[in-house]
């Protein structure tokens, strides 16, 4: 795994309510890292500020490569991908949802084909690549997501909230797609959740976020 991360002395606030403060954490290892807390805690703020979409007040996220700081260009960001709880839909197949990654980083439509049906497959949404993705079902939009994500290939997945407002079926499919996930990609996978049971079941690291830090779970 080539990239790392570490976010250090973070600070947001809005409008005066402070929802980060003094956030540090290096992010090393390939695997599963769960982001616990209440609704509310910065959990949501974090991610997009260590995807790149949002800039902190104060402090510094840092990607490295092999030990060297990596340049904060395109070719980083999209080695980067954040999936938020509510999946943008196109008004097109479920196919063309996924492969839209792909068409504007001008990929061929071999490549593009071979790779889509392949995260369909993972998901379990193969058989549904012609259906109008706007007819999928919340859980079901929710795995379309997830393979919107694996088909980029990132460095790091940034999950935000991946199986809220989803029923228990499609959390059982969604948690075991992320168990299988960190097996497949020599990734780091971020996830924010409240739910500490699927937590527990999915990651490899436990942290919590409280009072704006994070802290490390036992």
Do not use: W
């Not at 902190?56 to 490569?65: A, F, K, L, Q, S």
């Not at 980029?152 to 948690?175: C, K, R």
């Amino acid at each position: 795994m080539a990239l790392s991360l570490t976010v250090s002395n973070i600070h947001k606030s809005y409008n005066g309510k402070v929802v980060l403060e003094g956030c540090s954490f290096s992010f090393e290892k390939s695997g599963v890292y769960v982001l616990m807390g209440p609704n509310g805690s910065g959990k949501s703020t974090l991610l997009r500020i260590c995807a790149l979409l949002e800039n902190p007040d104060m402090g510094e996220v840092i990607y490295y490569e092999y030990g060297e700081t990596a340049e904060n260009n395109l070719n980083l960001r999209r080695r980067i991908t954040l999936l938020l709880p509510d999946i943008g839909v196109f008004n097109t197949t479920v196919f063309k949802n996924v492969a839209y990654g792909l068409k504007v980083r001008g990929m061929s439509s071999e490549e593009i084909k071979e790779r889509v049906e392949k995260a369909l497959d993972f998901v379990g949404l193969l058989h549904k690549k012609n259906q109008n993705a706007l007819t999928l079902s919340s859980g079901e939009a929710k795995r379309m997501g997830i393979a919107r994500a694996i088909v980029l290939q990132p460095d790091f997945l940034f999950l935000d909230e991946p199986t809220a407002s989803v029923d228990q079926e499609n959390t059982e499919i969604i948690e075991n797609i992320l168990i299988q996930l960190k097996q497949k990609l020599s990734s780091i996978i971020i996830i924010a959740t409240h739910d500490k049971d699927s937590a527990m079941r999915v990651g490899d690291f436990l942290l919590y976020l409280k009072d704006g830090r994070i802290f490390a779970k036992d």
